[in-house]
């Protein structure tokens, strides 16, 4: 096992690792940036290293920094938690160069499922439905022929990265050249890397997505299913499991295609592979996430696996000690995403308590909303018996979560909560954007 390893991130998830870490007798090591000196993740550290100014490019995404930082504390390890350098295949490699271990996937591996269009190709190959498409296009194609042929609306999408970057809706042909040259350039300047390819739109859809659990000696274990479709700017805000529509002859099929996926890219870590659902029950692959979810703990709370230690033991190589029928899904699980909408100190914060309530989080008393980085401030997460009653606890805790000093999405989050349609588990992607009109 690790003795020392560097998280390569910070606020909630690098709390999360750290306690983690701590749990498993390993020493952490954290880095930050010149405003992050005074933060939570700082102050659990064992070692803590500054690796740079405020702006990402020069702190969380300076790769040299952040190796010569693991090198200078011997961490033989780094945890890149989600995003910023998690995704980073180039990263991944870097650190193998140097003799610390990647704790994720191998690059190779990172750098073929990163490429939606390269998954897309391999999931052809191995017959896993994939939303109607092209490839990435090229200098000269007859676009517009292409467009009209998989039929509007459609997508226009980044072929690397995510998180909603480089991705325009095309709903009509006048607009396509714009959105095409818009996404292009947003994924030039958010990946380096400005290909795209156009995707059949679809409506009326869940976004479902599968968590996977690979070893090195090729056993791959499914842990069931996340809903992950109330999205809002193409971000997701709440998550729930089990899908309230989802039954358990489907779930077996998308957990089968999930497994398939993983084995077929040589995947090994934590994993997700999403999903769209629609009405009539068919499914369509549309990415795999090769690093830790935002949402991995209602996966953990139901499941009983703890994600982020058995990410840290296979990194180790050990072998995962159980086989699919061991993994017992029980229960109901629920996250809300709780947002910044301003800036500025918290000067006032209560989190809610209760049994199996956990508001996973970096704030303390005059933490300060800083500019720089994501909006996201903390997850709150519940779990009940069932869905109805996890809906209750979630609206119980939400209206006990106080957070002064800054604004919030507390009480959207709460609308939520109450809105019979979601009650009733009557929801797809859009919403959160149709909710209270």
């Not at 993740?41 to 995404?61: K, M």
């Not at 870590?269 to 990415?287: M, N, Q």
Request: net charge negative.
């Amino acid at each position: 096992m690790f003795s020392k390893i560097l998280i390569a991130n910070r606020g909630e998830v690098a709390v999360r690792i750290i306690r983690a870490c701590k749990e498993m007798g390993i020493q952490t090591v954290a880095v930050y940036s010149e405003p992050d000196a005074n933060t939570l993740h700082v102050a659990l550290a064992d070692e803590r290293v500054c690796i740079g100014p405020a702006a990402a490019t020069e702190s969380y995404l300076n790769q040299q920094n952040i190796i010569s930082a693991a090198l200078a504390t011997g961490a033989q390890a780094i945890h890149p938690g989600y995003g910023f350098l998690s995704e980073n295949a180039g990263f991944a490699a870097r650190c193998q160069r140097h003799g610390i271990v990647f704790i994720g996937p191998d690059s190779a591996v990172m750098d073929k499922m990163g490429d939606k269009n390269n998954a897309r190709l391999l999931m052809k190959q191995i017959g896993v439905p994939t939303v109607p498409g092209s490839e990435v296009l090229q200098p000269g194609q007859d676009v517009a022929a292409l467009a009209a042929e998989i039929g509007y609306p459609l997508l226009v999408k980044a072929s690397a990265g995510g998180g909603g970057k480089g991705i325009r809706l095309v709903e009509t042909p006048d607009q396509l050249e714009k959105s095409i040259r818009a996404a292009s350039e947003e994924a030039k300047k958010a990946f380096d890397n400005g290909d795209v390819f156009l995707e059949k739109y679809l409506t009326g859809v869940r976004h479902v997505e599968m968590q996977v659990l690979a070893d090195n000696s090729g056993r791959i274990l499914c842990l069931g299913e996340r809903d992950c479709s109330l999205q809002l700017n193409k971000q997701k805000a709440i998550e729930e499991t089990p899908c309230p529509v989802i039954t358990d002859t489907l779930r077996r099929q998308m957990e089968q295609a999930a497994v398939k996926v993983a084995q077929a890219a040589g995947y090994t870590s934590a994993g997700t592979v999403e999903f769209l659902l629609d009405r009539d029950g068919h499914f369509y692959f549309i990415e795999m996430n090769t690093r830790l979810q935002v949402e991995h703990p209602i996966t953990e709370e139901i499941s009983g696996v703890d994600i982020v230690k058995w990410q840290i033991r296979i990194a180790c190589g050990v072998p995962l000690p159980f086989d699919q029928q061991d993994i017992h899904l029980t229960g109901h699980s629920i996250e809300c995403r709780i947002c910044a909408k301003s800036r500025g100190t918290v000067d006032f914060l209560h989190v809610p308590g209760g049994s199996r309530v956990h508001f996973d989080t970096a704030l303390v008393q005059d933490s300060e909303i800083l500019p720089y980085y994501d909006a996201m401030i903390g997850k709150l997460i519940v779990y009940a018996p069932t869905r109805e009653d996890a809906i209750r606890k979630m609206e119980a805790a939400l209206c006990e979560l106080v957070i002064h000093g800054v604004q919030t999405n507390i009480e959207e989050q709460i609308a939520v909560m109450r809105d019979r349609r979601f009650q009733q588990g009557d929801y797809d992607t859009c919403f959160l954007q149709t909710l209270n009109r």
